[in-house]
T-cell receptor, first 110, second 113 residues
Framework: QKEVEQDPGPLSVPEGAIVSLNCTYSNSAFQYFMWYRQYSRKGPELLMYTYSSGNKEDGRFTAQVDKSSKYISLFIRDSQPSDSATYLCAMSVSNYKLTFGKGTLLTVNP | EAGVTQSPTHLIKTRGQQATLRCSPISGHTSVYWYQQALGLGLQFLLWYDEGEERNRGNFPPRFSGRQFPNYSSELNVNALELEDSALYLC????????????FGPGTRLLVL
């Protein structure tokens, strides 16, 4: 079983839709949870950072962590064409090494 | 504030050659990380440098090596290139006491022919 599983998509939604992106993981020692956005041919950009369980909101983005289920989510409200990118989840056991999911390709259609 | 920079943007090599990739971290960051993003494999941790020392490495062979300079910039060297080394190589940086928050550069795309 892979440490981090992420549905690769692709996911295609109309502009204005609510998008839900998810990752599951197997390592219960993970404490830090991140979401990165990666545009085509660019490096990943840190979007959200959460420690332990709970929710975190930043503008149109909400990150949720459920450690009991080993499940994290990123919600994007009022999605825009500019949100079209690959979204990567990443996790860490309070150290240097980030373990990434393979990414979900999202397309928001005008 | 300038972000992480990497050079070159693209690199084409042939099998058996050596490749050198460079990274400059965000000002104030002392930790530099290297990741490989190969098609279909996601980002894989390669190396971590802090204060000029290699602190840890991922599950890669010794022909992947590097160093960190006194100004905290870093170099990744890949010797005896193989076709499967073709990938996007990403550098990230962070403060040493906030290693979970890593900021990435745009990457160097290495193609091995």
């Amino acid at each position: 079983q892979k440490e981090v599983e992420q549905d690769p998509g692709p996911l295609s939604v109309p502009e204005g839709a609510i998008v839900s992106l998810n990752c599951t993981y197997s390592n219960s020692a993970f404490q830090y949870f991140m979401w990165y956005r990666q545009y085509s041919r660019k490096g990943p950009e840190l979007l959200m950072y959460t420690y332990s369980s709970g929710n975190k909101e930043d503008g149109r983005f909400t990150a949720q962590v459920d450690k009991s289920s080993k499940y994290i989510s990123l919600f994007i409200r009022d999605s825009q064409p500019s949100d079209s990118a690959t979204y990567l989840c990443a996790m860490s056991v309070s150290n240097y090494k980030l373990t990434f999911g393979k990414g979900t390709l999202l397309t928001v259609n005008p | 504030e300038a972000g992480v920079t990497q050079s070159p943007t693209h690199l084409i090599k042939t099998r058996g050659q050596q490749a050198t990739l460079r990274c400059s971290p965000i000002s104030g960051h002392t930790s530099v990380y290297w990741y490989q993003q190969a098609l279909g494999l996601g980002l894989q941790f390669l190396l971590w440098y802090d204060e000029g020392e290699e602190r840890n490495r991922g599950n890669f062979p010794p022909r992947f090596s590097g160093r960190q300079f006194p100004n905290y910039s870093s170099e990744l060297n890949v010797n005896a290139l193989e076709l499967e080394d073709s990938a996007l190589y990403l550098c990230a940086s962070s403060y040493v006491d906030n290693q979970e928050t890593q900021y990435f550069g745009p990457g160097t795309r290495l193609l091995v022919l």
